[in-house]
């Protein structure tokens, strides 16, 4: 397969030498079986280190405009985001939404390991936001183990609202990378076999949701807003604050 040959030669490897990233506690990812791996998401390239921390594959949810980009480009981004084994997700909501839901399940049925960032998107700002309850559904559903993951100092590799990663620096005329060691921290298996069946109750669905938020707080140390990520980049865009909207009690922002 392309993604074992990926990362076994090429990515894997570059990425060690590179970057020496910290990884603790990948014990707690089963060596055989499904398991759903949540994540905190401060940086693209948590996508890439997240990966080559585990021997074994990993499935991620990607953006759908991956696979639906014009042209000879568009097409190979596709191919590759594909051949890596990203699936698209349709992130306006609705039907779309649960359709790639039902993917992430077919793959834990078939005994796979799948990737989900629970706030929906990269946090503006390195905070940890509040989590959507589709994880909750996945992970009531499914039945299996799942494992919180923290990616700890990837927003220093590619700032919030930086489009492109800040890998490297010049110095002299010498291309060198940036002397930033991130970590990839995973943490104990988490149990909701106790709400088998409600998958359908809103109030178990934001517990549960909760509950993975809490431990993603606790194993990378991050503050936690009671707020969407989506919503927090939406006041920062429009130069308002995120702190102040809280404060005053925006319902409608959380």
Same mark, same amino acid.
């Given at each position: ?7 076994? %030669?090429?990515? +894997? ?5 590179? %970057? ?14 499904? +398991? ?6 401060? $940086? %693209? ?41 990203? !699936?698209?997700?349709?992130?306006? /909501? ?12 077919? !793959?834990?049925?078939? /005994?796979?390991?799948?990737? !989900?960032?629970?706030? /929906? #998107?990269?946090?503006? =700002? ?15 559903? $499914? ?17 919030? /609202?930086? !489009?492109?990663?800040n890998f490297f620096y010049r110095e002299k005329g ?10 990839? $921290? ?5 149990? %909701?076999? *106790? ?10 669905? *934001?517990?549960? #949701? &909760? ?14 807003? &009671?707020?969407?990520? &989506? ?11 995120? &702190? ?5 009690? =925006?319902?409608?922002?959380?």
């Amino acid at each position: 397969m392309l993604y074992l040959f990926l990362r076994r %030669f090429l990515v +894997a490897p570059l990425v060690k030498l590179l %970057f020496r990233p910290k990884v603790t506690g990948v014990e707690h990812v089963p060596t055989t079986g499904p +398991a759903l791996l949540v994540s905190n998401h401060l $940086a %693209f390239c948590d996508s890439i280190f997240l990966p080559v921390s585990v021997p074994r594959q990993i499935v991620f949810p990607a953006k759908s405009e991956y696979f639906t980009g014009p042209g000879l480009k568009g097409k190979l981004v596709a191919t590759f985001f594909r051949s890596v084994g990203q !699936i698209p997700i349709d992130r306006s /909501g609705g039907r779309a939404s649960l359709a790639a839901l039902n993917t992430g399940l077919r !793959i834990l049925e078939e /005994g796979g390991l799948f990737g !989900i960032y629970p706030e /929906g #998107t990269r946090s503006p =700002d390195g905070r940890l936001y509040k989590g959507k309850t589709g994880v909750a559904r996945m992970a009531i559903v $499914a039945g299996v183990p799942v494992i919180p993951v923290a990616m700890i100092d990837t927003e220093k590799l590619q700032p919030p /609202g930086k !489009i492109r990663p800040n890998f490297f620096y010049r110095e002299k005329g010498r291309l060198l990378p940036r002397l930033v060691r991130p970590g990839v $921290a995973f943490g104990k298996p988490l149990d %909701f076999s *106790r709400y088998e069946g409600m998958e359908r109750d809103r109030f178990v669905l *934001r517990s549960v #949701t &909760d509950e993975i938020m809490y431990a993603l707080m606790e194993l990378s140390g991050q503050e936690y807003v &009671d707020m969407y990520a &989506d919503k927090a980049k939406e006041l920062i865009k429009a130069g308002e604050s995120v &702190d102040e909207h809280l404060r005053l009690g =925006d319902t409608k922002a959380s």
